[in-house]
T-cell receptor, first 115, second 111 residues
Framework: EAQVTQNPRYLITVTGKKLTVTCSQN?????MSWYRQDPGLGLRQIYY???????DKGDVPEGYKVSRKEKRNFPLILESPSPNQTSLYFC??????????????FGPGTRLTVL | EDQVTQSPEALRLQEGESSSLNCSYT??????LFWYRQDPGKGPEFLFT???AGEEKEKERLKATLTKKESFLHITAPKPEDSATYLC????????????FGQGTRLTINP
C-alpha cells in the first residue's frame, strides 16, 4: 500500500530535550515536506526537500532541522524544543514532473506537546 | 504578502442542502490551486488541482472552479460522510514545493 508513515504519532516532551520525528514514504517520491498545523493558522511549511541531499526552508523553519540522506526518509529534528513548538506535524511527499506540481500525499500526523 | 483566505470558517448544512465554499488568494503568478479534505485526526487527502481560470473539476458530489482571484468548492446534495474540513492551497511561483494553505472550512452535514 502506498503511504507516508510518521513516528511517533504522539509525543510529550520537556523543553530542551532533543527529539526526532521520522517520516518515510514507499512511493519513490522525489519531493518531501514538513508542515505544522495550528488552530487559526492552518498548515504552514517548515522545510522541504527536492531530492536526496537537497533541502530548503519553508515559511517557518526556525527551531527545526531536517536531513535527506535517503530518498524514502525525511526526519524532522528539534534540537532544543520549546513550548511554542507544540503543534500537529505532517510529513508529505509527491512525485516530480518537471515544473508541474503533483498532489502531495500526507502522513497521519504527529501530535507534539512540549512542556 | 501571499495570502489564502477561506470562508466561511465553519458551515453546517442539512443532508441534501447544496452550498459552496470559497477560497480567495492574493498570490501573484499562481501556478496551481489545490483542494484537500481533512478528517479529524488524519492528514489532508487530495481532491483537486486547478491550473487556470475557467477550469472546473468534479468528483462525486464535489465540483471545484477557479477564477483569477478565487476558487469555489461546490457541494451538491451533501451526505453526512462529506463532513470534514476542506483546505485550499496555492502553489507559489518559486517552485513546485512552495505551498500556501488557507485556514480551512469546517463542514458539518446533519442527517
Amino acid at each position: 500500500e502506498a503511504q507516508v508513515t510518521q513516528n511517533p504519532r504522539y509525543l510529550i516532551t520537556v523543553t530542551g530535550k532533543k527529539l526526532t520525528v521520522t517520516c518515510s514514504q514507499n512511493m519513490n517520491h522525489e519531493y518531501m515536506s514538513w508542515y505544522r498545523q495550528d488552530p487559526g493558522l492552518g498548515l504552514r511549511q517548515i522545510y522541504y526537500s527536492m531530492n536526496v541531499e537537497v533541502t530548503d526552508k519553508g515559511d517557518v523553519p526556525e527551531g527545526y532541522k531536517v536531513s535527506r540522506k535517503e530518498k524514502r526518509n525525511f526526519p524532522l529534528i528539534l534540537e532544543s524544543p520549546s513550548p511554542n513548538q507544540t503543534s500537529l506535524y505532517f510529513c508529505a511527499s509527491s512525485s516530480a514532473a518537471g515544473l508541474a506540481y503533483n498532489e502531495q500525499f500526507f502522513g497521519p500526523g504527529t501530535r507534539l506537546t512540549v512542556l | 504578502e501571499d495570502q489564502v483566505t477561506q470562508s466561511p470558517e465553519a458551515l453546517r448544512l442539512q443532508e441534501g442542502e447544496s452550498s459552496s465554499l470559497n477560497c480567495s488568494y492574493t498570490v501573484s503568478g499562481l501556478r496551481g490551486l489545490f483542494w484537500y479534505r481533512q478528517d479529524p485526526g488524519k492528514g489532508p487527502e487530495f481532491l483537486f488541482t486547478l491550473y487556470s481560470a475557467g477550469e472546473e473539476k468534479e468528483k462525486e458530489r464535489l465540483k471545484a472552479t477557479l477564477t483569477k482571484k478565487e476558487s469555489f468548492l461546490h457541494i451538491t446534495a451533501p451526505k453526512p460522510e462529506d463532513s470534514a474540513t476542506y483546505l485550499c492551497a496555492v502553489q507559489k511561483p518559486q517552485g513546485a514545493q512552495k505551498l500556501v494553505f488557507g485556514q480551512g472550512t469546517r463542514l458539518t452535514i446533519n442527517p
